[in-house]
């Protein structure tokens, strides 16, 4: 079992960067991918990106590369997401998750056991 809390949303201009954190509890954090999903107004849960549970590999959305940078550290058992060059189009609620079942990094968030509360960004114009 593995709970994540999102924290690092807020508001901020185009250009600009935020970065955010997810805070897992749970002993076997570390073996599990974890990944970012985004969802704005009307949309569906949407790929962001997602890191093995070494952190050696990485994936990222084709429209985030570039701009983001996850990691994690498995001492502290953390993922972050450094978000820079924020556009007015990445505006939506982020979410953390982890996928206990698979060793590769998927982009279907159905594969994702566990999920964060989310936490939300807003980039203004």
């Known amino acids: 079992q593995v709970q994540l809390v999102e924290s690092g949303g807020g508001l901020v201009q185009a250009g600009g960067s935020l970065r955010l954190s997810c805070a897992a509890s749970g002993r076997t954090f570390s073996g599990y991918v974890m990944g970012w999903f985004r969802q704005a107004p009307g949309k569906e849960h949407e790929f962001v990106a997602a890191i093995s549970w070494s952190g050696s590999n990485t994936d990222y959305a084709d429209f985030v590369k570039d701009r983001f940078t996850i990691s994690r550290d498995n001492v502290k058992n953390t993922v972050t997401l450094q978000m820079n060059s924020l556009k007015p189009e990445d505006t939506a609620v982020y979410y953390c998750?982890?996928?206990?079942?698979?060793?590769?990094?998927?982009?279907?968030?159905?594969?994702?056991?566990?999920w964060g509360q989310g936490t939300q960004v807003t980039v203004s114009s």
């Open positions: 998750a982890a996928d206990s079942g698979s060793y590769y990094l998927s982009r279907n968030h159905n594969e994702y056991d566990y």
